[in-house]
Nanobody, 123 residues
């Protein structure tokens, strides 16, 4: 079983909202930064948002800033991605990633992934 499990994806109309959930089975969750990535078939996985391990500092891709909100609860080993004002171009499979690293403004994913959850935004 994958160490991370995502849920909450689905079909939504443009302008609507979805909330994705990622639950980790790894004990190190409270001390690890976490991130969301997304992937469109045929394209590389791209960074969406990240959150630091303790103080909850957040980082967003320009394409989602102001519309998406990443959050976490270390007592539940859970992270969320609240997605508002969804656009057709947000359609993708969304993955959570544990223990990504940051260099400057660039986030690099680790090899700790979930199975992904599909988000489809219709026009």
């Amino acid at each position: 079983q994958a160490p991370l499990v995502e849920s909450g994806g689905g079909l939504v109309q443009a302008g609507g909202s979805l909330r994705l959930t990622c639950t980790s089975s790894l004990r190190t969750f409270p001390s690890d930064p976490m991130a969301w990535y997304r992937q469109i078939p045929g394209q590389e996985r791209e960074f969406v948002a990240a959150i630091s391990r303790t103080f909850g500092r957040t980082f967003y891709a320009d394409s989602v800033a102001g519309r998406f909100t990443i959050s976490r609860d270390n007592t539940l080993n859970t992270m969320w991605l609240q997605m508002n004002s969804l656009k057709v171009e947000d359609t993708a499979v969304y993955f959570c990633n544990q223990r990504p690293t940051r260099e400057g403004t660039t986030w690099y994913a680790s090899d700790v992934w979930g199975q992904g959850t599909q988000v489809v935004v219709s026009s």
